[in-house]
């Protein structure tokens, strides 16, 4: 994963074993649609399984919102050349202590 901490923080020259910030890469994922007359999500849990079968190093799950189905990663391969789980930005718990700040920080 690309380290973007110097992208993100200030005095990002900070001491070794500092945080890091680090992304995943971007990836496409694409996969053939079979013919067949299945429901929407049935028919992507069926693309989203040949595909996780045909593309090793990365596992994706289907999950139904509103309306809507989001393919979200589930695992990935790791440093140590095994599958791990994926902890998903957009699930990190985010604490704002209440203070007062200045328009800069």
């Not at 890091?20 to 849990?45: G, Y």
Request: aromatic content about 4%; hydrophobic content about 40%; charged content about 20%.
């Amino acid at each position: 994963m690309p380290d973007v901490t110097p992208l993100v923080q200030e005095g990002s020259s900070a001491a070794p074993g500092a945080n890091r910030v680090l992304v995943p890469k971007a990836a496409i994922l694409s996969f053939p649609l079979p013919a067949t007359n299945q429901d929407e999500l049935s028919t992507v849990n069926t693309v989203v399984k040949i595909y996780n079968e045909s593309h090793r190093g990365f596992v994706f799950a289907v999950v139904q919102g509103v309306g809507l189905l989001h393919v979200v990663p589930r695992q990935m391969t790791g440093l140590s050349g095994k599958l791990e789980p994926v902890k998903l930005v957009l699930d990190t718990v985010i604490t704002i202590e209440p203070k007062e700040r200045t328009p800069l920080r």
